[in-house]
């Protein structure tokens, strides 16, 4: 089992930048394929990002793409979430995840089995 636990939120004003971390601890890291999700205010969670297990594939939701940048360090047990040029559309409560699943990458919540706390990411127009 793998414990994770999100930091870097806060608030910004549009244009800006905030990068989330993501600590992993309890297995094997470089096991699992890891993810950032986001929840907004009265709507459903939505995949963000996500990363194969090698760091060497990356998929991205088409509302962020060229603007945030999904990483991982395995030697140091986090995966990261660099998020630039941020409107205010990007408010929402971030989780990342982890999935063990055969696949090499996804973005289907359902595959993810481990979830952080979330953090919070405040975009001011």
């Known amino acids: 089992q793998v414990q994770l636990v999100e930091s870097g939120g806060g608030l910004v004003q549009a244009g800006g930048s905030l990068r989330l971390s993501c600590a992993a601890s309890?297995?094997?890291?470089?096991?699992?394929?890891m993810g950032w999700f986001r929840q907004a205010p009265g709507k459903e969670r939505e995949f963000v990002a996500g990363i194969s297990r090698g760091g060497g594939r990356t998929v991205y939701t088409d509302s962020v793409k060229g603007r945030f940048t999904i990483s991982r360090d395995n030697a140091k047990n986090t995966v990261y979430l660099q998020m630039n040029s941020l409107k205010p559309e990007d408010t929402a409560v971030y989780f990342c995840a982890a999935s063990a699943r055969p696949a090499e990458i996804t973005s289907r919540a359902p595959d993810y089995g481990y979830w952080g706390q979330g953090t919070q990411v405040t975009v001011s127009s």
């Open positions: 309890g297995h094997t890291f470089s096991n699992y394929v």
